[in-house]
Each structure stands twice: as C-alpha cells, then as structure tokens.
C-alpha cells in the first residue's frame, strides 16, 4: 500500500491510497503539485500553474527524497497536465536557484508536457532555455509522450530503479491524487497517451 500526504495545511495527514509499499512510493500532495520517490526516481505531476509557492514546496520535497537516498543520484520524470501553466518569473528564479543547488544530484530529469502542439513547444522552449543556461542540455530532456518520457529517463536508470511496470503505478498514483484519471500508457512504435479530466 502506498500512502498519500496531503500538505493543504502545516500539518500533514497521511490516507492510505493503490500502491506497493508503506515505505516507498508515498505520495506528496500540495495545491495540484504530485510527488513520490521509490528507490532512486522522483515522479512528478503538475495539475495546476507552475508558481512560487507550488515550486517551493516541490523542491523542498525533492531535497528530503535526496537526502534520504545514498549516494548515486536520482532520475526524474515531470509530467505537466494541460491545465498547468508554464512559470512566472519569480518561479523560474526559483527553479534556477533549486535545480543548480541540486546540480549533479539529478542523472536524468525528463519533463513531459501534456496537451497540443503550441502548449508543447511552449513547455519545451522553457525547459530547453532553462536546461542549456544550466549546462544540463544532456542529462534534462524533453518529451513528448509520458511514454516515451518514461523510456528516456530509464536510459539512465541504476539498480536502485524501479521497474517501468512499478513507475507505471506510482505514476497512476500521482494522477488519482490530484484528481486525474491516469493516463493510458502504451509502448512501442504505436505509442500514445490520453489523459481524462478529473472525474
């Protein structure tokens, strides 16, 4: 069983929800920001805008993942729902700030925006631009199905990863947190994603 902490307030209350394990895969919720991590992955879902106080508190959430894992990095994969908005300028200060902290730290960050192709090509110039001012143009991609996200961070996977079919579920997990029906996940050369609206 995997657990779901809901961080609406400054007290946490934790309510059981699908998953695997008590101890891996909890789930963090804050104002339609997802977060989890289960060996050495971090998944992320963004239902709503991407703001100062939502990034603030992912980053904070990412520093405990990192500081409860040994040595060796982490994987991520940020999937960006098409009710999201991309970044003010006081949040991109602030994922500038965060992701050079985490430097290194992050093997693979692939971020996967959903929705259509003039939302997509949005999303990607901001993370592109973010990513070659960083220095991080090869170790942060991105996609353009959960898929194929999921494909690509695995490219960097390490002993410590789960398996896809596992990521898939904690994936599944975020999605029915914040309300979303998960999406369809095929594989291969037919690939595709389709994303419900929240029931």
């Known amino acids: ?60 959430r990412i520093d405990d993942f990192m500081r409860a894992l040994p040595a060796g990095g982490v994987i991520a994969l940020m999937v960006v729902l098409e009710t999201a908005d991309p970044p003010d300028a006081l949040t991109r200060a602030e994922n500038n700030k965060r992701l050079t902290r985490l430097g290194d730290a992050v093997r693979c960050l692939v971020t996967v925006p959903v929705g259509d192709a003039f939302r997509m090509a949005i999303v990607r110039s901001f993370m592109r631009g973010l990513n070659l001012a960083l220095g991080h143009s090869k170790t942060r991609l991105v996609s353009d199905t959960v898929e194929a996200g999921l494909v690509r961070m695995l490219e960097a996977a390490s002993p410590a990863t789960p398996s896809r079919a596992q990521i898939a579920r904690d994936l599944g997990a975020l999605y029915r947190a914040l309300g979303v029906i998960p999406p369809e996940l095929r594989f291969g050369a037919t690939a595709r994603t389709t994303v419900a609206p929240p029931r």
Not at 16 to 39: L, M, Y
């Open 1 to 60: 069983m995997t657990w779901l902490v809901r961080d609406d307030s400054a007290t946490l209350s934790c309510v059981p929800v699908e998953g695997s394990s008590a101890q891996e895969g909890k789930v963090f919720v804050f104002d339609g920001v997802a977060a989890s991590c289960r060996g050495d992955t971090i998944l992320i879902c963004y239902q709503k805008a991407a703001r100062f106080e939502r990034t603030h508190w992912l980053f904070d």
